[in-house]
């Protein structure tokens, strides 16, 4: 569904993303794991269009390369951003609205899109008039999924969902990961929690200096003695 | 050949006339006051043409160098000594508004330059030393005029003075409430602007209330001209007295309709019947193709009265001074023109009044 | 040109006028590039520099080399008071509210009795040495001496204990306070500073032309000389000394050689100016760290420790 | 004489919130002190003035082709001089700004001197209005106060009921979040810059009609004193532009019809009213200053 | 021995408590974890401990001293240092720079030292250099001395801020989630730096959602939920405690794994 072929990302000096190569297929969830500056944000950024790179990324076989970052949206690929991003002075209904912006569509499909957000997630429905910015870390985590998934995307990347949240919203977050996926959708999800990655994902790759140093099934990934040491802390 | 090289100007005649006679010129080419600035170095230039074209002074050729002051004293300072120092003009003229004149004047008097000044009407411009002169009258006897005319040829009796708040403004200002008061008069009210402002409800619906005979706008054309045509709009039905300010032919574009009836006061005259101002008014027509204005006449007589001074002495730089001081009688688009002890003109003071779109000569007197 | 030519008054004065500049820009970087305090106000420094001495040597006959000196302490006070917003005001308030407390000392320049209101302050004396009134090569002396030593208590602030304050202080000031750093003494104290710098230019303006007015002081000054350090490079004492010099001398030497008539434009100094400000688009655009970072534009340097991507100790 | 004072003042105030809109609306989206915006005012004016005398329109017509010709400007500017500075120091674009400033108002001073011209004239006659006998004023000046209105109503419906208006509120609040929403960001840069641009252009011709006067410099002043409206009423809100616009232009009548003898003028009275308020509430009017550490 | 106890205090922001009449003790010498959901409060707490914002009410005393007034940059020369949630680092400085204002507490030298070059400032800053240079061997991160802080990785510019709050040698340090967006390797690594400050005399107060890791870490924890503490003491009885669970942990830990 996803190809990516010989990404590279360089910050004026710094060469964050090296030559990197990672398949999603339809209907996988496929984590991208890697320590503190390894490249994974990056990686992201730049299947999003948000910055430059090199390389060849193809969606359903056609180049996306070129596309700005709306075009890439309008193709069906959404990303929940590091540190959520909502529009602090927004309501939560504008907020998800906004999700669905590239879609032409009536506003009787969007109130129905809407309710099946909120069954996902009751809390949003409940503060649906409240201000973004004055939601709490976990509920503004749920805003973002809720508000990506308005534009109904074909694969959806998450950057590291669970970070800065207590423990009881992560569990939540990850349930609803496992949820969206029972839906059909594409997810690349990039973690550093690794265990919790491994738990949901079909399959991952790990990436270390830019690189993609390993790839593997994600339960065989999770016995490696390497990838014990390096992310699960022993 | 003589009569090309005068159509030229000086764009080339600097590498002609090595021995030429060079008058420096300074004054705003740029800025919101470049306009006058602008036609006061046409005027100068003109005025030089025709003299060379006349064969010059005692024979030798003259030169207009122009430095623009961009309307800022620092400007000026450095300017005037570059005309100075590397050209090494024989006399200057201030076509400059009175914050660069007045730092161009201490400049001049330090270094013993003679330097006239055009249309700037500080007080203290004159007052540093023998070397600075002024062509045009100061605010204190137009003032003097104003009153007369309006206190005593006119007989009103309540005014009120909307005025622009520079040196000649409240130097306008302060004459004026004295003068009128000493004939008997009364000012109602005062009300200052700054140049650059365009509206002036607020300060005409103060004047409206005191509903006084004659409303003084001291002003230049522009601010002049939004004033009276505000103060028309607004229902203000006093009679409008403006200073030389407003002696432009902006400002009857400006003020349309809403000018008829302005008196002014001013030291020039386009209708003047003497041939030197029907040859000026014929002659800057056709070389600029613009309206011209009291500084134009300002700046034309300048170069008249430096030209005068150097036939009647020499081109050195003292002379020339000693010589401008002691002008007499000159004729010059302006009327007769003397220079009295305090280096200040002596000059009539003409009356014109707006009729069907056109300033109309009323009278003039000496003060 | 003759040698003698170049002790002409007038490349002297151009010379004075550009030192003065710098002095200026100095001030204004330390407030701006090195405490991150931006100003659009600094004319207000320079003048109430200039006027301080110029009321108390031409009005009150103070001795001028007094009076200069009472003029760096006045701005230096001030330069404290008026820095004093900057305790509550951040960024682009910080901006606005300097434009507007420059715009007003403007209005109290050309209004007030004490400036002489719009006739300005007429007949200041030159400073006397030993009897004789220093002027042209002399003043141009002296007035690089000032210079001299103003760079030199800059270099020795900005690289000190204070400077680091500052750059913390700029960059982030939740941090700044939190290292123990009393961010209201340093920014005030900042701002003092760099107005003493314009007070010291003010004084040395006012001797030099001999008037003061209001229209030396106005917003335009305070943007160009803004302009100036920007494009010279903020943060950096030689990017000042690069900037202004540089911006000062280009429409300096249309007047020298006199391009105006050489080519025969009407409104060459229009032109000059749509020049300038082409110059201020084109050097924000490519490079926007100012002129004197011009050389990273084609060398980017490269860090060893970097590249080899040695980066990562957690893995 | 009050009243009439008052109502001097609220149309005045509106010519600096018409200005004043377009500015915020830009520091919204862009986070940027646009000091090339008083130009657009002018460039308004002129365009509106080479429509009639040099192509021959009528006055509408002369105005919407000001206001396309501004808001090119207006978008060009942006292109130009702004998009390209990513990532640098504000005042970087700041100066940018400026640049442009400088370099558009001497290409008018080049093509149209620098002096004042008259408004060519229309089928627009000013006449006084009279209000119970308490005020008058001219039918322009009403002309002004509805205008604003109608603009102010019109934004409002824009910005909060419209697809463009909350994207525009969304590249306000976060850039980035917003591209990833599927928002064209350059493109919303760009309409807010055109709706902005012709604000300014709106209140140029309208000044310049009603003063009829037009001159090069003529923005440099109300485009300064947007800026203090601007901040006045917090940084990028409308609400507090629309009130920080009002209050200046009130303060203004008032202080020129009341006060005399002050040892500053009216133009600087916009600024001691932006330092007093702005030292009681630091983020302006309507600002918010939430600082999460 | 006491070395931090709050009294009552609360914060208000608007029509929202963010804190609620908390009150705890923290003894000189041990590790004190604060735990809590998302928007409990921890960071304004602490922020009202480096007087960042003033308690609305309540008092805060540090030893001896009452600080709930005191401006930030008194506190922290009291000898409190801190890090932040959300790192800020000068990103345009170097490494070395950026811990140098660390110091800053420790120095004195003024504008008239500075312009003459003083004798008394030359002996400052070298001391100054010898104490960055030694605390950031101590993190590991001394290779690194001269980048610009803005291109480390995350990880270590994390380090980076724990250096800057170490550096002056202060007596209480508080660290805000100085794991989030670690994997557990790179946990282990500030685990052990934080028990090293510790040993080396520093009370720490740690905020961290990585429960496990506190458990093991601290000598005591206190919880916050809605701005309010719902429950203090050991790690072990906290955890079990059932509001916490409920509020915070969540019930079915293993589950997930
Ligand atoms: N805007 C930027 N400018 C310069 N360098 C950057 C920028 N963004 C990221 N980097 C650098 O690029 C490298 C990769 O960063 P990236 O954010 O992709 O890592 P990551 O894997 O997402 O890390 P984390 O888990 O900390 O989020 C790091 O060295 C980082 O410092
Ligand atoms: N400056 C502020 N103005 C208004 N509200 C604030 C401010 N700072 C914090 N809050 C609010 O106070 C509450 C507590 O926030 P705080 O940052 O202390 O939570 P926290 O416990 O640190 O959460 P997290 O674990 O997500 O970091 C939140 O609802 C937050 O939105
Ligand atoms: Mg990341
Ligand atoms: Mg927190």
């Known amino acids: 569904m996803l190809t990516i072929k010989n990404l590279n990302v360089f910050y004026n000096q710094i060469h964050a993303v090296k030559d990197l190569n990672l398949e999603l297929n339809k209907g996988e969830i496929v984590t991208l794991m890697g320590s503190n500056g390894a490249g994974k944000s990056s990686s992201l950024n730049a299947i999003s269009g948000l910055i430059k790179f090199s390389g060849s990324i193809l969606f359903n076989g056609d180049e996306i390369n070129k596309l700005s970052p709306d075009q890439i949206v309008k193709k069906g690929i959404v990303m929940v951003p590091e540190g959520r991003r909502i529009f602090p002075k927004l309501t939560v209904l504008e907020n998800l609205l906004l999700g669905a912006y590239t879609r032409n569509v009536t506003n009787n499909i969007k109130a129905k899109e809407l309710e099946e957000i909120f069954e996902l997630f009751p809390r949003l429905e409940e503060r649906k008039r409240q201000l973004g910015g004055t939601m709490s870390g976990g509920e503004q985590q749920m805003l973002a999924i809720g508000r990506a998934l308005m534009g109904k995307p074909k694969v959806l990347m998450l950057d590291e969902p669970s970070m800065g949240l207590a423990p009881i919203v992560v569990k939540d977050i990850y349930e609803t990961i496992k949820k969206i996926k029972g839906q059909g959708l594409t997810i690349l999800l990039v973690e550093q929690n690794a265990k919790k990655a491994l738990s949901v994902a079909d399959r991952a790759y790990v990436i270390e200096n830019g690189q993609i140093k390993y790839h593997d099934e994600a339960r065989n990934l999770l016995e490696q003695d390497v990838i014990q040491k390096a992310y699960l802390g022993g | 050949a003589e009569k090309s090289e005068g159509k030229e100007g000086s764009k080339d005649s600097k590498k002609n006339n090595q021995d030429a006679i060079k008058i420096g010129w300074f004054g705003p080419l740029t800025g919101p006051t470049s306009t006058d600035g602008q036609i006061s170095l046409n ?297 009295d002890e305090n280096h200040e003109v002596v000059k009539p003071i003409v009356f014109m009044k707006v009729e069907n779109g056109e300033f109309k000569y009323l009278h003039s007197k000496t003060y | 040109m003759s040698l003698l030519d170049f002790i002409n008054p007038y490349y002297i004065d151009i010379l004075i006028f550009l030192v003065i500049n710098i002095l200026l820009g100095l001030g204004l970087n330390l407030t701006t590039g090195f405490a991150g305090q931006v100003s659009l106000g600094h004319a207000a420094f320079y003048g109430i520099g200039a006027y301080t001495s110029a009321i108390l040597s031409a009005n009150y006959g103070v001795n001028v080399w007094i009076s200069m000196l009472i003029a760096v302490v006045v701005t230096f006070l001030l330069g404290a008071l008026l820095g004093l917003p900057s305790l509550r005001l951040r960024d682009d308030f910080l901006a606005i509210t300097t434009l507007g407390l420059g ?213 | 004489m009050i009243v009439e004072q008052l109502i001097n003042g609220i149309a005045l105030g509106f010519v600096y919130v018409l200005i004043a809109l377009g500015l915020t609306m830009v520091y919204g989206v862009l986070k940027v002190l646009h000091f090339a915006h008083g130009v657009i005012y002018m460039v308004g004016a002129f365009s509106a003035m080479v429509g009639i005398l040099y192509l021959n329109l009528s006055f509408i017509p002369a105005l919407i082709f000001a206001l396309v010709i501004s808001g090119l400007v207006g978008v060009g500017i942006e292109k130009y001089a702004y998009r390209p500075l990513k990532d640098v120091h504000p005042i970087t674009v700041l100066i940018s700004g400026v640049g442009i400033a400088i370099l558009l108002q001497n290409l008018f001073q080049i093509i149209f001197t620098s002096d004042s011209h008259a408004f060519p004239k229309t089928n627009i006659k000013v006449h006084s209005i009279d209000i119970f006998g308490i005020a008058s004023l001219t039918n322009i000046k009403l002309y002004m106060i509805i205008i604003g209105l109608i603009v102010l109503a019109v934004l409002y419906l824009f910005l909060n009921f419209t697809k463009m208006g909350i994207a525009i509120q969304a590249v306000s609040q976060d850039r980035k979040a917003a591209a990833l929403m599927g928002i064209n960001v350059n493109r919303i840069v760009m309409v807010t810059f055109l709706l902005g641009s012709m604000l300014a252009a709106l209140a140029g011709i309208i000044t310049a009609l009603n003063y009829n006067s037009l001159s090069p410099a003529m923005g440099d002043i109300p485009g300064l004193k947007a800026f203090c409206v601007v901040v006045l009423g917090g940084l990028g809100s409308i609400p507090g532009t629309v009130l920080g616009g009002l209050i200046l232009g009130i303060a203004e009548a008032l202080s020129t019809g009341y006060l005399e003898g002050m040892p500053i003028d009216t133009n600087a009275i916009a600024f001691i009213l932006l330092v007093a308020i702005l030292l009681i509430k630091p983020s302006g009017l309507f600002g918010k200053n939430i600082e999460k550490v | 021995m006491r070395m931090l106890e709050v009294k009552n205090v609360s914060k208000f922001f608007g029509g929202l408590t963010a804190v609620n009449n908390v009150s705890l003790k923290v003894q000189k010498g041990e590790i004190f974890g604060l735990i809590g959901p998302n928007g409990a409060g921890k960071t304004t707490f602490f922020n009202m401990l480096t007087g960042i914002y003033s308690p609305n009410n309540g008092e805060i005393v540090l030893e001896d001293t009452m600080i709930q007034k005191l401006k930030p940059f008194q506190i922290a020369r009291l000898g409190v240092s801190r890090t932040f949630q959300n790192i800020r680092l000068l990103g345009n400085e170097t490494v070395a720079e950026n811990v140098k204002i660390g110091m800053f507490r420790k120095t004195k030298s003024g504008l008239i030292s500075a312009i003459m070059n003083s004798k008394s400032q030359q002996k400052e800053e070298k001391f100054v250099e010898e104490k960055v240079k030694q605390t950031l061997m101590e993190v590991g991160l001394e290779k690194y001395m001269d980048l610009n802080a803005g291109n480390l990785s995350y990880g270590n510019q994390r380090k980076v801020e724990i250096a800057r709050a170490l550096v002056s040698d202060p007596k209480l340090i508080l660290l805000d989630e100085p794991c989030a967006g670690m994997n557990d390797t790179e946990v282990e690594e500030i685990n052990f730096l934080v028990k090293r400050i510790r040993d080396n005399g520093t009370t720490v107060i740690i905020i961290e959602h990585n429960v496990p890791m506190l458990v093991v870490l601290c000598d005591n924890m206190a919880v916050l939920n809605h701005g309010e503490k719902i429950a203090d003491g050991s790690p072990e009885k906290v955890t079990s405690d059932s509001a916490v669970v409920n509020a915070y942990i969540g019930s079915e830990e293993e589950e997930v794994i």
Do not use: C
């Not at chain 2, 708040?165 to 009128?180: F, H, M, W």
């Open chain 3, 103 to 315: 715009l007003v000392a403007h209005s109290f320049f050309n209004n007030s009795q004490l400036t002489g209101g719009a006739y300005g302050i007429n007949s200041i004396p030159a400073p006397l040495f030993f009897g004789i009134e220093v002027e042209n090569v002399g003043y141009l002396l002296f007035v690089v001496l000032a210079l001299i030593a103003a760079i030199y208590i800059m270099r020795k602030i900005t690289r000190s204990r204070i400077g680091r304050a500052w750059v913390t202080i700029r960059e982030d000031e939740t941090v700044a306070q939190s290292m123990g750093i009393n961010t209201m003494y340093y920014k005030v104290l900042a701002f003092a500073i760099g107005a003493a710098f314009a007070g010291v230019a003010g004084a040395l303006f006012a001797h030099k032309i001999y008037f003061v007015n209001a229209d030396s002081f106005t917003f335009t000054t305070s943007a160009t000389i803004l302009s100036m350090i920007v494009i010279g490079g903020l943060g950096s004492i030689r990017g000042t000394l690069l900037g202004v010099t540089l911006l000062y001398t280009i429409p300096e030497l249309f007047h020298i050689f006199d391009v105006g008539n050489l080519l025969n434009l009407n409104y060459l100094d229009n032109y000059k100016m749509i020049l300038y400000g082409l110059l201020m688009v084109l050097v924000m655009r490519y490079s926007p760290k100012g002129l004197i970072d011009i050389k990273n534009i084609k060398t980017k340097k490269i860090n060893p420790a970097v590249k080899s991507g040695d980066q990562n100790v957690g893995s």
């Open chain 2, 43 to 339: 005027a100068s230039q003109l005025a030089v043409d025709q003299i060379n074209e006349n064969g010059g002074i005692n024979g030798q050729k003259v030169e207009i160098i122009s430095v623009d002051d961009q309307g800022k004293p620092q400007e000026a300072a450095k300017g005037v000594q570059k005309l100075m120092n590397s050209d090494k003009v024989a006399a200057v003229i201030s076509g400059a508004y009175s914050g660069p004149t007045l730092a161009a004047a201490s400049l001049v008097q330090k270094a013993g330059v003679p330097m006239i000044v055009s249309y700037a009407k500080h007080p203290e411009a004159t007052k540093g030393g023998d070397y600075v002169s002024r062509m045009i009258y100061t605010s204190d006897v137009q003032a003097k005029a104003l009153a007369d005319y309006a206190v005593n040829d006119e007989e009103l009796k309540t005014f009120a003075i909307v005025y622009m708040n520079i040196d000649y403004g409240i130097e306008s200002q302060v004459a004026l409430e004295k003068e009128i008061s000493e004939l008997g008069g009364n000012v109602l009210v005062s009300k200052s602007f700054n140049m650059g402002d365009t509206d002036f409800n607020s300060a005409l619906s103060a004047v409206k209330e005191k509903k006084p005979d004659a409303l003084f706008v001291v002003a230049y054309y522009n601010e002049g001209a939004s004033i009276v045509s505000q103060a028309r709009q607004m229902g203000l039905e006093s009679r409008i007295i403006g200073i030389d300010g407003l002696d432009a032919p902006k400002y009857l574009e400006l003020a349309g309709e809403h000018a008829e009836g302005t008196v002014i006061s001013t030291s020039f005259y386009k209708a003047d019947e003497r041939e030197i101002v029907q040859n000026f008014v014929k002659a800057y027509k056709e070389k600029f193709n613009t309206e011209l204005s009291i500084t134009a006449s300002q700046s034309y007589d300048a170069v008249l009265a430096i030209k005068d001074a150097i036939e009647r002495s020499s081109t050195d730089r003292e002379d020339i001074a000693k010589a401008i001081n002691s002008t007499k009688d000159l004729e010059g688009t302006s009327g007769s023109i003397t220079i």
